[in-house]
């Protein structure tokens, strides 16, 4: 980014050309479209940058899912939807901050939202009791609005969750690579490599909260020895833990604890 560049000008700001603005929550922007303005070429670097800023976030008492709101991202017509974040302009300001400060485009990037935050403060004209009772219920309908889609989204996938579950309330490998969309050893395969699962299929402690595991045994039929094992199954928690773990897996993403 040249340092001769106008970052405040509406025709030059690169920052202002990827800005979205929503009549509710104001100015937003994809982290995905900030991240190559903030010097960064892979979203894996990025992403710690953003959980920087998350931390910040929490840490200066402020609401962290109000600031970044998860999302998928799409690229092109039949690209795979990536991880993606809603940034606030605060939020922007926090990444911006927690980014390499021997990053030129970080300083450009420091500037620009500090002192479009602070335009925003002195600004912002005080609101009267009518406009504040119009805003929450604005924003209280469109929550309603999120959850309703939410749970209708839900209903058939509960439905199909229902019709995999075991007896006992849990789910088979086969059955999460049917609802996850994987093939069965594909799945175990990234589990293992992830650290989730061991070599043989039983979960690491750390985890083994999000699973079921049966203690049985096998007769060896060479030796006629009975062998101990273990029968491993996903429990309803583990479905969404998997899913996550996985798609970590997909953005190349480092699996941490």
């Known amino acids: ?31 995905r479209d900030l991240m190559p303005l903030l010097g960064y070429d892979e979203w894996r670097n990025f992403a710690g940058v953003i959980d920087r800023a998350q931390a910040a976030c929490a840490n200066a008492g402020v609401r962290v899912t109000g600031n970044f709101v998860a999302a998928n991202k799409v690229s092109g017509a039949r690209g795979p939807a990536q991880l993606d974040f809603i940034l606030s302009r605060y939020a922007c300001y926090l990444v911006a901050m927690n980014g390499d ?12 939202f500090a002192i479009k935050t602070r335009e925003a403060e002195i600004a912002l004209p005080a609101l009267t009791e009518d406009e504040i009772v119009h805003q929450a219920l604005a924003i209280t309908a469109r929550r309603v609005d999120e959850l309703t889609a939410k749970v209708a989204e839900l209903e058939p996938k509960a439905e199909f969750y229902d019709d995999l579950m075991d ?20 799945m175990i395969r990234e589990l293992r490599r992830a650290g989730v699962l061991q070599g043989n299929r039983l979960p690491y402690q750390r985890y083994a909260h999000h699973f079921k595991v049966i203690p049985t045994t096998y007769v060896n039929r060479g030796t006629g020895e009975t062998v101990p094992t273990a029968t491993t199954t996903v429990l ?20 941490g604890a």
């Open 1 to 31: 980014m040249s340092a001769e560049m106008d970052l405040f000008s509406a025709s030059a700001s690169p920052f202002d050309a990827i800005r979205m603005t929503d009549p509710v929550d104001g100015d937003l922007w994809s982290a």
């Open 101 to 112: 400060p021997r990053k030129p485009e970080i300083a450009a990037a420091q500037t620009y």
């Open 167 to 186: 007896a006992d309330g849990t789910y088979s490998f086969q059955a999460v690579a049917n609802i996850l969309g994987w093939g069965r050893n594909v």
């Open 236 to 255: 309803p928690s583990g479905i969404e833990f998997i899913r996550k773990r996985l798609a970590r897996t997909e953005l190349g993403v480092e699996v």
